[in-house]
């Protein structure tokens, strides 16, 4: 089997993969982010994230940040919409030892008032990082724009004015409500057996209270496609082009996923580079992409461009998300397109790291996981007539946001 999964008696799953390897990765995630704040709490996910390094009742914050640096291992820590995670990457014989750190940081923190007071200093420096880039804020404007009315409808860093309210008690509140054991999942993977990462679980995570999520998710506000031109003085026009899209339970999202491959993936031969960039010149960067959430999901086409290229751009864009609708792609585009994202995942999965990541989301998710090959066969069973009807349904009603 390809991975092992198991589950705690306090609720917390878990799952593992052995690999033959001298690095070994691991990660909490819990199913708790942005989506899941108050309105009057908004950047508070993110803010106890970065809350989860200044101390606990065991350590201080320079024995949390260097309890693995000093043994050449990293700690670090994200926030999305919807998860928190805490991961480690350490030698193998060290496992144990991240294991034991992500569990007193995600028990044990503290939230000293004074430690946060600095480190609110530096999400705000965060945000305005954000805010000098265009090519970052408009990604997160147009899915507040896009969300609008629902809890997806706002971002991640939240406002510097509420930051600076939020204590210690806020934190404590908002992670006791959100960061419940049926929610949590630890994932791993090294050259140990799963019996031995189920023991380092449960010495490290069991002891934990049992508990459980008290509220649904409500789902997303109607959606009704938008066109707007915020001026900001750029040197350049930035330009989003984009729908909501499937969630992550969806079947359909897989066919949705190739197709936002074919359209602006990564590689040099995806429609939109060959057509806006190596064919006419007009733009250094373009791309496309799908993030599925819970319920729903963002499908984006990004490009950056002199401003009198913008409209030629943009006319281009949609001519080949009209063929995408209306013509089939050959039996031999078809085949090329799923070989190329084949490869891609293929390649993707070498990270063990990323491997790791994504196993413990998808048992968070669903309760399970694909084996490689078991994704690698759906794939290959896509159709054209599939991903024609899924072009239709997703590329007919969309919306655009510029900055000029």
């Not at 700690?75 to 928190?84: R, S």
């Not at 792609?329 to 190329?340: D, F, G, N, P």
Request: net charge neutral.
């Amino acid at each position: 089997m390809e991975f092992f999964t198991y589950t705690l008696p306090n609720g917390i799953r878990g799952i593992h993969r052995q690999v033959r390897n001298t690095v070994a990765h691991c990660a909490l995630v819990i199913g708790a982010g942005s989506r899941d704040e108050h309105p009057d709490q908004y950047g508070l996910a993110h803010l106890a994230e970065h809350a989860f390094f200044k101390g606990t009742e065991r350590r201080r914050a320079w024995q949390v940040n260097c309890r693995l640096e000093n043994l050449g291992g990293e700690l670090n820590a994200f926030t999305t919409k919807e998860d928190t995670t805490i991961h480690a990457t350490t030698l193998r014989g060290d496992f144990a030892k991240a294991a034991e750190l992500i569990a007193d940081i995600a028990f044990r923190s503290t939230f000293p008032d004074r430690e946060l007071e600095r480190e609110k200093e530096v999400i705000v420096d965060e945000i305005n990082t954000y805010k000098d880039s265009p090519a970052d804020l408009i990604y997160d404007t147009f899915e507040d724009m896009l969300f609008e009315g629902s809890e997806l409808g706002h971002n991640i860093l939240g406002r510097k004015a509420a930051l600076m309210r939020y204590d210690g008690d806020a934190i404590r509140a908002f992670t006791k409500r959100t960061h419940t054991t049926d929610q949590m999942v630890f994932s791993s993977i090294g050259n140990f057996s799963a019996k031995a990462a189920e023991a380092v679980a449960a010495r490290h995570f069991a002891g934990q209270p049992a508990s459980q999520r008290g509220f649904v998710r409500a789902a997303p506000a109607p959606y009704r496609a938008f066109e707007k031109t915020v001026t900001k003085h750029t040197h350049q026009t930035h330009c989003i082009i984009g729908s909501r899209a499937f969630g992550i339970s969806e079947e359909r999202r897989l066919p949705l996923a190739l197709l936002t491959n074919i359209l602006g993936g990564p590689c040099a031969n995806s429609l939109l580079n060959v057509v806006v960039r190596e064919k006419n010149g007009l733009s250094y960067n373009i791309e496309a992409s799908y993030t599925p959430y819970g319920d729903t999901g963002v499908v984006a086409i990004y490009f950056s461009s002199d401003h009198n290229n913008a409209e030629q751009c943009i006319g281009l864009i949609e001519e080949q998300l009209h063929k995408l609708r209306t013509v089939p792609l050959t039996a031999r585009q078809l085949s090329m397109a799923k070989k190329q994202f084949i490869a891609q995942l293929a390649i993707s999965s070498e990270s063990n790291e990323s491997y790791m990541l994504g196993a413990g989301k998808s048992l968070l998710t669903h309760d399970g996981i694909d084996t490689m090959e078991q994704v690698y066969t759906k794939v290959r069973a896509l159709t054209a007539r599939q991903l024609t009807e899924v072009a239709e349904e997703i590329f007919s009603n969309m919306s655009r946001l510029i900055y000029k």
